[in-house]
C-alpha cells in the first residue's frame, strides 16, 4: 500500500466552479501535511500547509481528518491560473522523518 | 535568497559515462532529498539525507549513488548512466521537525533534465 494516495484526475472545470481534491494517508502517526502546486515541468511550490484546525488562504481551504486519515483541498471561484498538478505531502514518523508525495492530481480550468 | 541550486539544468549524455548532479542549498537545512519525475509516475524518491553523513535509500535506488560530506551539499551521482535513468530530476531541502515553524516544508531546485542516449 502507497504511503499517499491520490486521484490522478485529471479534473476539467470551468471558470468559477468549486473543485476539491482529497489525499487518504497510511500512517497515522503522521503529523506534518502539505498542499503543493507544480506547474508542467516545473520544480513544486508549497500552497499551503495543513493544520488540524483546518486553514483557508484566499480561495483555498484545506482541512484535515485524522480519524479517517486523510486530508482535503478546497479551492472556490477557478481561475485558469489555478491549472496546474496539486501534490499532497505527507511526513512519516515511523524511524525516520521522511517526506511521502502522492502521485498528483491535474486540474484544469476552462475558460 | 535562499534556495536551492541545481547543476546542470540539461544535460544529454550516453550511456555508461559517469555524471554527478550538484545540488547545494543555502538555508541550513538538515534533510535533503533527490527525486526523479517521469510522465504518469509522479514524484519518486531516489535517495534522502537527514544530516551529514546520514543518508538512506527511497523508492527508486537502483543505479544512483549519493553523498553528504557537507551539510550544503548533497550530490546525484550515476556511476553508469542507462536510457531508462532519463528523466526530470529534482532535489529539495527542509528544515527537520515533528510539525509547525516551518519544519518540513521543503524548498526544491529549479530540476535537473537529463537523457541518456
Known amino acids: 500500500r502507497k504511503e499517499v494516495e491520490q486521484d490522478p484526475g485529471p479534473f476539467n472545470v470551468p471558470e468559477g466552479a468549486t473543485v476539491a481534491f482529497n489525499c487518504t494517508y497510511s500512517?497515522?502517526?503522521?503529523?506534518?501535511f502539505f498542499w503543493y502546486r507544480q506547474d508542467c515541468r516545473k520544480e513544486p511550490k508549497l500552497l499551503m500547509s495543513?493544520?488540524?484546525s483546518g486553514n483557508e488562504d484566499g480561495r483555498f481551504t484545506a482541512q484535515l481528518n485524522r480519524a479517517s486519515q486523510y486530508i482535503s483541498l478546497l479551492i472556490r471561484d477557478s481561475k485558469l491560473s489555478d491549472s496546474a498538478t496539486y501534490l499532497c505531502?505527507?511526513?512519516?514518523?515511523?524511524?525516520?522523518?521522511?517526506?511521502?508525495f502522492g502521485t498528483g492530481t491535474r486540474l484544469t480550468v476552462i475558460p | 535568497e535562499a534556495q536551492v541550486t541545481q547543476n546542470p539544468r540539461y544535460l544529454i549524455t550516453v550511456t555508461g559515462k559517469k555524471l554527478t548532479v550538484t545540488c547545494s542549498q543555502n538555508?541550513?537545512?538538515?534533510?535533503m532529498s533527490w527525486y526523479r519525475q517521469d510522465p504518469g509516475l509522479g514524484l519518486r524518491q531516489i535517495y534522502y539525507?537527514?544530516?551529514?553523513?546520514?543518508?538512506d535509500k527511497g523508492d527508486v535506488p537502483e543505479g544512483y549513488k549519493v553523498s553528504r560530506k557537507e551539510k550544503r551539499n548533497f550530490p546525484l551521482i550515476l556511476e553508469s548512466p542507462s536510457p531508462n535513468q532519463t528523466s526530470l530530476y529534482f532535489c529539495?531541502?527542509?528544515?527537520?521537525?515533528?510539525?509547525?515553524?516551518?519544519?518540513?516544508?521543503?524548498?526544491f531546485g529549479a530540476g535537473s533534465r537529463l537523457t541518456v542516449l
Open positions: 495543513v493544520y488540524s
Open positions: 529539495a531541502s527542509s528544515f527537520l521537525g515533528l510539525a509547525g515553524a516551518g519544519a518540513n516544508v521543503l524548498t
Open positions: 505531502v505527507v511526513n512519516d514518523l515511523t524511524g525516520a522523518n521522511n517526506l511521502f
Open positions: 500512517n497515522s502517526a503522521s503529523q506534518s
Open positions: 539525507s537527514m544530516n551529514v553523513e546520514v543518508t
Open positions: 538555508m541550513n537545512h538538515e534533510y
